[in-house]
């Protein structure tokens, strides 16, 4: 791989991770915001710093190598496939960062909470397409079977987490404070769950592609690019998306603190089994907002907008699609390059 080629996959990477801390804010401070727990500049900026902490938390306790990147990303045939052709292989880990940046901005413009890892693995599908190579099927079964049974975990644990803040709110047991300060505690880790997380998809790229250009992956320089990474996830998330914020908080159900504090904390417990039970990339987007439905529905049926949550369901539906195509059109174009 070209050094220009290198450049640019890092830089659309690091560009990928700001974008991802932009669109996902709202997973960590959309409750603590709507409900007036904390300030929005506080929220932003405690949420950040988690997320960038999280961040390089998994850097530290990750292993990061080649053949991790590639499990992690589902990306062995591709992989294999452009083994003796680095530079297409430089191509296709761009295309695989623009489409997912593409549909990142689609849907935060869209006001609407989507996964980044669907976006990619979405992408991944179209390019392995294009270059006549198979997905990386029991990776990716996983990664669905993941998303399908996430969110129903989720939406199911809110729910009897909100009946229980219920029935203690009612026992005078459990204060108006004691649940803001809980939903606190609950939002900071859902922020440094998220940086753990999703910091991990545009950290793996880079070191596909550092590995592919024969750079020493122990190196000074490497440590580097990987702090960067997750420097520029928690500049993302100070940035905060609004617009999906105020779906999560106001347009999907008028969200209360106890609400909050049950999504929270479901969302961080599914988080935590897919990355440290089942070691697969698990949407943080699709767990906080399947909580949030959960936990508006313990409090009633209706105080649930079920039109905003079908238009959010179709986006998660749509999306590997709409990014397989993405992905195959964009390939198609950078292929016909001078040198690929």
């Not at 397409?129 to 049974?149: C, F, N, P, Q």
């Not at 793996?204 to 024969?214: C, E, K, Q, R, T």
């Not at 690019?225 to 940035?239: D, E, I, W």
């Not at 998306?241 to 603190?257: E, F, K, Q, V």
């Amino acid at each position: 791989m070209t050094p220009l080629l290198l450049a640019l996959v890092v830089a659309l990477a690091l560009v990928v991770a700001y974008m991802n801390g932009f669109h996902d804010a709202s997973n960590a401070i959309s409750t603590t915001i709507t409900t007036r727990a904390l300030k929005a500049s506080s929220a932003l900026w405690a949420a950040a710093l988690l997320n960038t902490l999280g961040a390089l938390l998994g850097m530290a306790l990750l292993v990061m190598t080649v053949p991790w990147a590639v499990r992690l990303l589902g990306l062995g045939p591709i992989v294999e496939q452009l083994a003796a052709r680095p530079d297409t292989l430089g191509a296709a880990l761009l295309v695989l960062m623009l489409g997912t940046f593409l549909w990142d901005l689609l849907t935060w413009w869209m006001g609407l909470p989507a996964s980044t890892w669907h976006a990619f693995f979405g992408t991944s599908f179209g390019v392995s397409l294009v270059i006549g190579t198979s997905a990386a099927w029991d990776r990716l079964g996983l990664m669905l079977a993941v998303s399908v049974v996430g969110p129903v975990i989720s939406a199911t644990v809110a729910y009897l987490l909100m009946q229980l803040i219920l029935r203690l709110a009612r026992s005078e047991l459990l204060g108006p404070g004691h649940i803001r300060f809980a939903q606190t505690f609950s939002a900071s880790t859902v922020a440094a769950g998220h940086g753990l997380n999703d910091a991990r998809l545009p950290l793996a790229v880079v070191v596909i592609a550092l590995g592919s250009a024969g750079a020493d992956l122990s190196g000074t320089t490497t440590t580097v690019l990987m702090s960067t990474v997750a420097v520029a996830v928690g500049a993302g998330t100070l940035m905060g998306g609004h617009r999906i914020i105020r779906t999560l908080g106001r347009r999907l159900t008028d969200l209360t603190a106890a609400q909050g504090l049950a999504a929270e904390s479901s969302a961080a417990l599914t988080m935590s089994l897919g990355v440290f039970g089942l070691e697969s990339p698990v949407s943080t987007s699709q767990a906080l907002a399947s909580s949030v439905v959960g936990a508006g529905v313990a409090r009633g049926r209706r105080t649930v907008r079920w039109s905003v949550a079908r238009e959010i369901l179709l986006i998660w539906l749509v999306t590997p699609l709409a990014c397989a195509v993405v992905g195959a059109a964009l390939l198609g174009v950078v292929l016909e390059l001078p040198g690929l």
